[in-house]
Nanobody, 122 residues
């Protein structure tokens, strides 16, 4: 069974930085797209950044120039470097990945992590 585990959240002052990690474990054949989403209280979950298996990236307009998504395919781990954080970045951040597994054949599933809280406050 594949699991995604996020880490790196916490409390930071405005202007500060955090680096989130998303580690995938299990019988993984390959990881396709990895995404970071966030959900603030009372708001819908929104896509923050996305990275393909070949390294192509996309960002929400609200984080362009401040956040950087990356991945280490050898470690099955994705990252979200967040700089110049603002109070409006406060949310629970979730990792999502499209993963191909070997289960007597190759099957592709979507997995979510449990989320990590990011709070930007002075």
């Amino acid at each position: 069974q594949v699991q995604l585990v996020e880490s790196g959240g916490g409390v930071v002052q405005p202007g500060g930085s955090l680096r989130l990690s998303c580690a995938a474990s299990g019988n993984i054949k390959s990881i396709n797209t990895m995404d970071w989403y966030r959900q603030a209280p009372g708001k819908q979950r929104e896509l923050v950044a996305s990275i393909t298996s070949s390294g192509e990236t996309k960002y929400a307009d609200s984080v362009k120039g401040r956040f950087t998504i990356s991945r280490d395919n050898a470690r099955n781990t994705g990252y979200l470097q967040m700089n110049s954080l603002k109070p409006e970045d406060t949310a629970v951040y979730y990792c999502k990945a499209i993963i191909t597994e070997e289960r007597g054949g190759l099957y592709t599933f979507q997995y979510w992590g449990q989320g990590t809280q990011v709070t930007v406050s002075s």
